[in-house]
C-alpha cells in the first residue's frame, strides 16, 4: 500500500507548504489551562477562562501581527472562543492568512517496566475529535512525544512506543484533513553533553520516519517539530543561550491590564518581526531588549 492519497491529500500538501512559508512561523498557544494559570499567577491575574480570552484576543488581534505567522495551535477551549464583540478567533485567523491548528493529545502516561519514560495518550477517540476540529476550522495538529536521557534512557521500548504512537496519530488526522505536526521532543533535562543529544536525536528521528512510512504516512502532508540538539540544562554550556522568550515578554507587559494592550501588542509584534527576520537569516539581534525577554520558560520535566 502507498501513502495516504485520500480525498485530503492536496490540501495537506498545499496547508503543510503554506505553514512552511519563508518568513512566518507557529505561534503555539495552546498552554493547557493548567499550565497558563502559572503564566497568568505570574503577573497576578486569575485563572478565569474571560481572562484567558483576553490574552488570546491581545496576541490574535494584535495589528501588523499575523503577518508574520502561518499557523496557530490552538487549546481546545480557544478553538471555540470568540473576540469581546463576538468574532470568532478562527474567522480572524483565517482573515489574517493564518491557519488554526490544534492540539490533540492527551498529555504523557507513564511506560511500566521503565524508568519513568512516558508515552503519550489521546488515540482512542483520535478520529472523531479531528473530524470536529475540521469542521470547526482546524487545519493542522499537534501531539507532543516526550523522550529524556539517561545513563540507560530513551530505551528502545520507548523510543518504538513513542514513533508507533506518532505515527498512528498523523494518519488518523490525514484522513480527517489536518496536517500532522509530528514532535518527538528529546527533553534538556540531565548532564548529558551535545554528543550524545545529537546521537539521541538521530536515533529516534529515524524510528520515527520508519513508523510514519509503515503507517503510510503522506510526509509531504506533515510537518516535523525536532528538538533542539543542545547540551543537558545541567551540563557545561558549549555557547551563550540566545532564547527567544515570545509569551515571557508578552506576558510581563499586559500584566492583565486593559491599558496595558497596546504596550504588550507592541512587544509580541517584536516578538513576532524577529522569528520573521531569523527563518531569513536577517536577524541583528534588535529585539534582544524588553522586559521579560531575558527569563526562561524552562520548567523541568514538562508536562501539559
Known amino acids: 500500500m502507498s501513502a495516504y492519497c485520500g480525498k485530503y491529500k492536496d490540501e495537506l500538501i498545499k496547508n503543510a507548504a503554506y505553514i ?47 503577518q508574520y505567522i502561518s499557523g496557530v495551535i490552538l487549546f481546545e477551549e480557544t478553538l471555540y472562543q470568540k473576540t469581546k464583540d463576538g468574532k470568532p478567533f478562527v474567522d480572524v485567523l483565517n482573515e489574517g492568512g493564518v491557519l488554526p491548528g490544534i492540539k490533540v493529545d492527551k498529555g504523557t502516561i507513564e511506560v511500566a517496566g521503565t524508568d519513568k519514560e512516558t508515552t503519550t495518550q489521546g488515540h482512542d477517540d483520535l478520529g472523531k475529535r ?91 502532508g506533515t510537518l516535523l517539530k525536532p528538538n533542539m540538539v543542545t547540551p543537558g540544562s545541567d551540563s557545561k554550556k558549549v555557547t551563550p543561550e540566545v532564547i527567544a522568550e515570545y509569551t515571557a515578554s508578552t506576558l510581563k507587559a499586559w500584566a492583565g491590564k486593559e491599558e496595558n494592550v497596546e504596550k504588550a501588542r507592541a512587544a509580541f509584534l517584536a516578538r513576532c518581526k524577529a522569528n520573521s527576520e531569523a527563518t531569513l537569516g536577517t536577524y541583528k539581534g534588535d529585539a534582544a531588549a524588553g522586559e521579560g525577554v531575558s527569563e526562561s520558560l524552562h520548567v523541568k520535566d514538562y508536562k501539559y
Not at 499550565?35 to 501588523?64: D, H, Q, Y
Open 20 to 66: 512552511g512559508t519563508p518568513g512566518k512561523g507557529i505561534l503555539a498557544a495552546d498552554e493547557s489551562t493548567g499550565t497558563i494559570g502559572k503564566r497568568l499567577s505570574s503577573i497576578n491575574v486569575e485563572n478565569i477562562e474571560e481572562n484567558r480570552r483576553a490574552l488570546r484576543e491581545l496576541l490574535f488581534c494584535c495589528p501588523g501581527a499575523l
Open 130 to 220: 479531528c473530524a470536529k476540529y475540521y469542521e470547526a476550522g482546524a487545519r493542522f495538529a499537534k501531539w507532543r512525544a516526550v523522550l529524556k536521557i539517561g545513563p540507560n534512557e530513551p530505551s528502545q521500548l520507548a523510543i518504538d512506543l513513542n514513533a508507533q504512537g506518532l505515527a498512528r496519530y498523523a494518519i488518523i488526522c490525514q484522513e480527517n484533513g489536518l496536517v500532522p505536526i509530528v514532535e518527538p521532543e528529546i527533553l534538556i533535562d540531565g548532564p548529558h553533553d551535545i554528543e550524545r543529544c545529537a546521537y539521541v536525536t538521530e536515533v529516534v528521528l529515524a524510528a520515527c520516519y520508519k513508523a510514519l512510512n509503515e503507517h503510510h504516512v503522506l510526509l509531504e
